[in-house]
């Protein structure tokens, strides 16, 4: 089926996807899907933690693209291929962004796949924070999400609601549609 034309804004557009290591990875994959649907090229990355949540399989599967790992920086082509990823991307979207992974990147640490493919991005980078209420409302991660809001950092929520853990509040990743939504808007307005 073929995007609606308002949805065009998609239609070859280059997305690196992140996934860190949470329970929300799951959306990550509808997330992914949902690009590929619309027309995106939708280059995704995983980290060690995610890899415990879901498998590259499932993102190879979806996207019809290969699914890059911490141990694809060891590869033959390992030395470039995080600069390749953050060249060519248009929007770099890490989704969902653990407070682990929100404070490494706050403190721009090179640590696996994914953090070197943010250092080395020329694109803008949009974050979907997804962890536990307390988590997210510590100052610790407060300081770390307006480091990265102050460097243009999109972040993207969260949401409130029910989490793994039985609490409720602030700190489940935002729906995958809302992304699509927002991503639709940065790309359409030139970001």
Not at 27 to 48: C, I, N, W
Not at 84 to 102: N, Y
Not at 157 to 185: F, K, Q, T
Request: hydrophobic residues 50%; contains cysteine; negative net charge.
């Amino acid at each position: 089926m073929d995007p609606a034309p308002e949805l065009e804004v998609l239609l070859g557009r280059r997305i690196v996807l992140g996934v860190s290591g949470s329970i929300a990875a799951y959306k990550a994959a509808y997330l992914a899907s949902r690009l590929t649907q619309l027309g995106a090229e939708v280059d995704t990355v995983l980290t060690a933690g995610a890899t415990r949540f879901i498998t590259p399989l499932t993102f190879q599967s979806l996207t019809g693209r290969a699914c890059r790992t911490d141990g694809d920086l060891w590869a033959a082509e390992g030395h470039v291929v995080h600069v390749g990823l953050g060249e060519q991307a248009e929007l770099l979207v890490i989704a969902p962004a653990t407070a682990d992974l929100i404070a490494k990147l706050a403190a721009g640490i090179a640590e696996g796949l994914l953090l070197l493919t943010a250092l080395a991005a020329r694109c803008p980078i949009v974050i979907a924070p997804a962890m536990d209420g307390a988590m997210y409302g510590h100052q610790a991660t407060q300081e770390n999400l307006a480091t990265l809001a102050a460097r243009g950092v999109i972040v993207l929520g969260p949401a409130e609601g029910r989490m793994a853990s039985g609490l409720s509040g602030p700190g489940r990743m935002m729906e995958p549609e809302e992304i699509v939504e927002r991503v639709e808007l940065l790309l359409g307005a030139g970001v």
